[in-house]
């Protein structure tokens, strides 16, 4: 069973730092790439980053490039955000998510298939 | 950057209802869309992937339509379990996601 866990969330004051941790299991976590989508209190989803299974490559919304590093340790199945420069508009609920991936004869399609619970992080003095 | 809208942002209806939920992307996509349902509280859960491929366990009730700009979630017949906020997210570029607005479901 894919499981999902995230951890770190919190109070912290506008300009501070935080590192949101997200521990798998249940899938080879290295074959798949991984990524953040964050909801603000009463908002819609918003994608964050995205980083490859091996954690080569990685990918950021404009509204957090520079500020965030999204990155993942495979030896121990967990992924990381690192949240530097935080602003109140960075208040919200943050999921991690499994990538999963569909091939058909033409096209690969990428898809978000498993969430953890989410973790609140609030950014306010 | 990709822009999706949804429409409508909200709806009412009864149970037995179909209903149907478009979104829009600002440029052609091709089939890169999926489709994901959200109740209060709880984590998105992912319904159709590809905009037509429907995801293990989830009821044959809800399809997915649509390719290139335009595509259409649908429920055949509305369920209890079935009111929540859908959402749906293109997937174009390898690994960079843009998400719609929502579109809510409650009772009418």
């Known amino acids: 069973e894919v499981q999902l866990l995230e951890s770190g969330g919190g109070l912290v004051q506008p300009g501070g730092s935080l590192r949101l941790s997200c521990a798998a299991s249940?899938?080879?976590?290295?074959?798949?790439?991984m990524s953040w989508v964050r909801q603000a209190p009463g908002k819609g989803l918003e994608w964050v980053s995205a980083?490859?299974?091996?954690?080569?490559?990685?990918y950021y919304a404009d509204s957090v490039k520079g500020r965030f590093t999204i990155s993942r340790d495979n030896s121990k199945n967990t992924l990381y955000l690192q949240m530097n420069s935080l602003r109140a508009e960075d208040t919200a609920v943050y999921y991690c998510?499994?990538?999963?991936?569909?091939?058909?004869?033409?096209?690969?399609?990428?898809?978000?298939?498993?969430w953890g619970q989410g973790t609140l992080v609030t950014v306010s003095s | 950057d990709i822009q999706m809208t949804q429409s409508p942002s909200s709806l009412s209806a009864s149970v037995g209802d179909r209903v149907t939920i478009t979104c829009r992307a600002s440029?052609?996509?091709?089939?890169?869309l999926n489709w994901y349902q959200q109740k209060p509280g709880k984590a998105p859960k992912l319904l159709i992937y590809?905009?037509?491929s429907l995801q293990s366990g989830v009821p044959s009730r809800f399809s997915g339509s649509g390719s290139g700009t335009d595509f259409t979630l649908t429920i055949s017949s509305l369920q209890p379990e079935d009111f929540a906020t859908y959402y749906c997210?293109?997937?174009?570029?390898?690994?960079?996601?843009?998400f719609g607005p929502g579109t809510k479901v409650d009772i009418k």
């Open positions: 998510a499994k990538v999963g991936l569909y091939c058909s004869s033409t096209s690969c399609y990428y898809y978000f298939d498993y």
């Open positions: 249940g899938f080879t976590f290295s074959s798949y790439a």
């Open positions: 980083i490859s299974g091996s954690g080569g490559s990685t």
């Open positions: 440029q052609s996509i091709s089939s890169y």
């Open positions: 590809a905009a037509s």
């Open positions: 997210q293109q997937s174009y570029s390898t690994l960079l996601f843009t």
